[in-house]
Antibody, heavy 116, light 108 residues
């Protein structure tokens, strides 16, 4: 069974940093692109970042470029999002999602809440 | 990247059909057959319902169907059931990935 479990969310001051993590199981993690998608309270979904299977390519939404870094550790089946210079508008539930195809997210975690 | 445009809400009675539109541009929906639809119940993670415009993942009822014309994609839910009441989001490849603002489907 595919499982994605996020952790690391919490309350942080504006300008601060936070790293959220996602532990994957039930599938060959190193064979899939992975992504972070966020959802502000009561708002819609917003794609944040994606990373290639071997970390050779990363993509970001414009509003987080230069502030957020997506990374992965295939040996640990883990995905990370390092968030620096956090702003109030970054407050959201951050979901880890498996990409299966172009911009297709077939499995999602339950999310971790970040409040700035 | 501007969000795709969806109606905020729609509704239908059990057994009826509803269609949710998703309007983008020539930079996203109009240029790629990489449109997906997600269902989200309150407090839950999104669930993939349609991908690549009109393909259904295993386990998704065939009451759900997708289509696209020009810069607008659509999700049709036929034979509405109470459990279909949820928020629905469209998504398109755009170089990155862009989502719609979501549509709340109410089953009357």
């Amino acid at each position: 069974e595919v499982q994605l479990v996020e952790s690391g969310g919490g309350l942080v001051q504006p300008g601060g940093s936070l790293r959220v993590s996602c532990e994957a199981s039930g599938f060959p993690f190193s064979s899939y692109w992975m992504s972070w998608v966020r959802q502000a309270p009561g708002k819609g979904l917003e794609w944040v970042a994606s990373i290639r299977e071997d970390e050779s390519e990363t993509n970001y939404v414009g509003s987080v470029k230069g502030r957020f870094t997506i990374a992965r550790d295939n040996a640990k089946n883990s995905l990370y999002l390092q968030m620096n210079s956090l702003r109030a508008e970054d407050s959201a539930t951050y979901y880890c999602a498996r990409a299966n195809g172009v911009a297709v997210y077939d499995y999602w975690g339950r999310g971790t809440l970040v409040t700035v | 990247q501007s969000a795709l445009t969806q109606p905020p809400s729609t509704s239908g009675s059990p057994g009826q059909s509803v269609t949710i539109s998703c309007t983008g541009s020539s930079s996203d929906v109009g240029s790629y057959n990489y449109v997906s639809w997600y269902q989200q119940h309150p407090g839950k993670a999104p669930k993939l319902m349609i991908y690549e415009v009109n393909k259904r993942p295993s386990g998704v009822p065939d009451r759900f169907s997708g289509s696209k014309s020009g810069n607008t994609a659509s999700l049709t839910v036929s034979g509405l059931q109470a459990e279909d009441e949820a928020d629905y989001y469209c998504s398109s490849y755009s170089g990155g990935n862009v989502f719609g603002g979501g549509t709340k489907l109410t089953v009357l």
